[in-house]
């Protein structure tokens, strides 16, 4: 299996811009994550779904922020509009069940540069 | 509310030694721990978990330690090797993963 895949890779952007963050779950896995990491508060939840559907999305920061998954094999997160204090690492992870004991696992990430 | 806390953002060891990240947590609701190890321009990737009904779980030269009543877990790392230089996340599971901010670990050859 290929893993979490991503894309892009690295975003550059200016201020006000619409970025759209895309991931490829691994085949099979229920459960769809996206993360953000920063310095100062680490990897943060953003959102995850359960078979296509959004559970929690109470760590999404802001309405700029939406996420949707419209099948098993394809997630987007968007940003509209964009903003400097949005610079992070963004991570799309994916596991079998949500559980406690269920290992995530994660894409490469994207590395969001807004300016 | 940072409910997963590494108060150490570094650690710097010398290859060989032992390798000791910290983790503090609040919520006495967590029942189940891990440790991820992330390298750059990489995800980070699942390395050693614990479930709360123990105190110690080890694997190979990793070990983690959990004392409940002080909220506390640690992942000891011996012998440390260079390759071992990555970020090294703590995580907690509730009803979903808490993670901390994150250690960089850097062993020195």
């Known amino acids: 299996d290929a893993g979490v895949i991503q894309s892009p890779r690295h975003e550059v952007t200016e201020m006000g811009q619409e970025v759209t963050l895309r991931c490829k779950p691994i085949s099979g896995h229920d459960y769809l994550f996206w993360y953000r990491q920063t310095m100062m508060r680490g990897l943060e939840l953003l959102i995850y779904?359960?078979?296509?559907?959004?559970?929690?999305d109470s760590g999404m920061p802001e309405d700029r922020f939406s996420a949707k998954m419209p099948n098993a094999s394809f997630s987007t997160l968007k940003i509209q509009p964009s903003e400097p204090r949005d610079s992070a690492v963004y991570f799309c992870?994916?596991?079998?069940?949500?559980?406690?004991?269920?290992?995530?696992?994660f894409g490469p990430g994207t590395r969001l540069t807004v300016l | 509310d940072q409910q997963v806390k590494q108060n150490s953002p570094s650690l710097s060891v010398q290859e060989g030694r032992i390798s000791i990240l910290n983790c503090d947590y609040t919520?006495?609701?967590?029942?189940?721990f891990l440790w991820y190890k992330k390298y750059p321009a990489e995800g980070p990737t699942f390395l050693i978990s614990?479930?709360?009904?123990?105190d110690k779980n080890e694997d190979g030269r990793f070990t983690v330690f959990l004392n409940k009543s002080a909220k506390h877990l640690s992942l000891h790392i011996v012998p440390s090797q260079p390759g071992d230089s990555a970020v090294y996340f703590c995580?907690?599971?509730?009803?979903?993963?808490?993670f901390g901010e994150g250690t960089q670990l850097t062993v020195n050859p």
């Open positions: 992870a994916s596991s079998l069940a949500s559980g406690s004991t269920d290992t995530q696992y």
């Open positions: 779904f359960n078979n296509n559907v959004p559970i929690d």
């Open positions: 614990i479930s709360s009904i123990k």
């Open positions: 995580a907690a599971s509730g009803s979903r993963l808490t």
């Open positions: 919520n006495s609701m967590f029942d189940y």
